[in-house]
């Protein structure tokens, strides 16, 4: 008997807790410092931008933390995300390899980023914030930030990086549409922003940039906070919902997977599906191979340095320990991106330090023949991001077709591209260039790394 194309839970699926993997991880990241006196930071640091419930939530070592059921009745609207068993891909690619994903982009946002945009909003709600400022890439975070403060009745400001704002107009719309005011970065509205300008008037952004303008506007307004879409702690908490439903669904179907993919720009959607299956890597009781894939022109994992950094550009952010390629290295503008970030998360960093997860890195124009692969097979479009999951998982795919092993691959499918659409118009023309970093331009970030004792 075939098995089901997609793999449905009920509600009452919904996770209740979310998995925290600093509960399991043999070392912990280096603590983060105050970006001032470089000393370890403490809760008075982070309390002018988060509310304290993130903040414990940031430093939790518990293994499991409840989800407030305020939270849980938003995500009734689109958990639990469908996982698809991808058999006309597979028979396009002739591999015995068993494929799933599991399709985010359900989301009323699009993507995964509301799983920790309604939480992070709800929190500032209880606090009594009134706005929340912050930064967006490809405006995925932006949209999903934009719709979780309507729902709770907050003002959103959002700064876009330049290059992103221009590529995906129908982003900045979107969350127009749902109240929040989008400003392009750098901007004048901030000092981080006038100072970049003023350097370099043609700059095109990058989240670095993006982060200190929301930190910036956040610190300097009472009634304000910040909300990340990736990196911290917290919000890698938030996503693991995805893994979490993944294991049930492939339950159903008496299957787990030998290899777990997801692109990785900061983290998130990469660590929401595989934490869960890394806690079973971590106890001893499974082998699963565990992968992050990032592009060639913002090769933070296989390029980067594993060091302390700060997390944006203005050095405003606290100084955390990851793999980074330089707080002011400013990626070239391809169109993924949400992946154009100089650092990654520390809890991912520290898995990778500690060889528990791999690194892959692929130009953009690859990543776009393998999206366009997975376009034609399974009818969906992936955004460019999630697109770089989609090639790790077909080259997979086509080792077990050479080598003959039946592998299951797992990867996340972490939002639609019916944004980008301008992107796959270049990609069909020809016109989309593979565009690799400046390794001169790397070592002189590289070079700017806080010294830290």
């Not at 698809?84 to 995964?112: F, M, N």
């Not at 690194?359 to 097979?377: H, K």
């Not at 069909?428 to 002189?444: C, F, R, T």
């Amino acid at each position: 008997m075939k098995e089901p194309t997609k793999i449905l839970l009920e509600e009452k699926d919904i996770p209740t807790r979310w998995y925290n993997i600093q509960a399991d991880m043999p070392n912990l990241p280096k603590p983060p410092l105050n970006p001032a006196s470089k000393k370890p930071l403490g809760p008075e640091d982070l309390s002018p931008i988060f509310p304290m419930d993130l903040i414990k939530q940031e430093v939790s070592t518990e293994r499991w933390i409840d989800i407030p059921d305020e939270v849980r009745e938003i995500y009734h609207l689109w958990r639990p995300t469908p996982l698809y068993r991808a058999h006309r891909l597979e028979k396009a690619l002739d591999t015995p390899a068993k494929i799933y994903y599991k399709y985010e982009g359900v989301s009323p946002a699009g993507s995964h980023k509301l799983n920790t945009s309604v939480p992070q909003v709800y929190y500032n709600k209880k606090a009594g914030i009134k706005r929340i400022a912050t930064e967006t890439g490809a405006g995925q975070w932006g949209s999903a930030l934009s719709l979780a403060c309507r729902f709770f009745g907050l003002d959103c400001t959002v700064y876009m990086v330049k290059v992103s704002y221009h590529q995906k107009p129908y982003r900045r719309s979107f969350m127009e549409l749902f109240g929040a005011n989008v400003i392009p970065s750098p901007s004048e509205h901030t000092e981080a922003g006038r100072k970049i300008l003023a350097e370099n008037p043609d700059s095109l952004g990058s989240l670095g940039i993006a982060i200190s303008e929301a930190v910036e506007d956040a610190a300097t307004r009472e009634d304000t906070n910040y909300a990340l879409g990736s990196v911290l702690n917290h919000v890698l908490l938030h996503q693991t919902v995805i893994g979490l439903e993944a294991k049930k669904q492939l339950e159903k179907v008496d299957s787990y997977p030998d290899v777990v993919i997801g692109c990785c720009g900061g983290g998130s959607n990469f660590a929401g599906l595989s934490f869960p299956f890394l806690q079973d890597v971590l106890s001893g009781g499974r082998k699963t191979r565990v992968m992050a894939v990032e592009p060639s022109a913002c090769p933070t994992l296989t390029r980067g340095k594993f060091a302390y950094d700060y997390g944006d550009t203005a050095k405003l952010t606290p100084i955390s320990m990851m793999y980074t390629l330089g707080h002011d290295f400013v990626p070239p503008g391809i169109h993924a991106g949400g992946l154009r970030y100089h650092g990654d998360a520390p809890l991912v960093s520290q898995l990778y330090h500690d060889g528990f997860i791999e690194a892959r890195a692929y130009p953009q124009r690859a990543v776009f023949e393998a999206a366009v692969t997975f376009a034609r097979s399974e009818g969906i479009v992936p955004a460019p991001e999630a697109a770089h999951a989609v090639k790790a998982a077909l080259d997979e795919a086509v080792a077990c077709r050479e080598s003959g092993e039946a592998k299951t691959i797992l990867f996340c499918l972490s939002g639609h591209g019916f944004f980008d659409l301008a992107a796959y118009d270049a990609y069909l023309a020809g016109e989309l260039e593979d565009i690799e970093y400046s390794p001169e331009l790397l070592e002189q970030s590289l070079a700017k790394l806080p010294q830290v004792e």
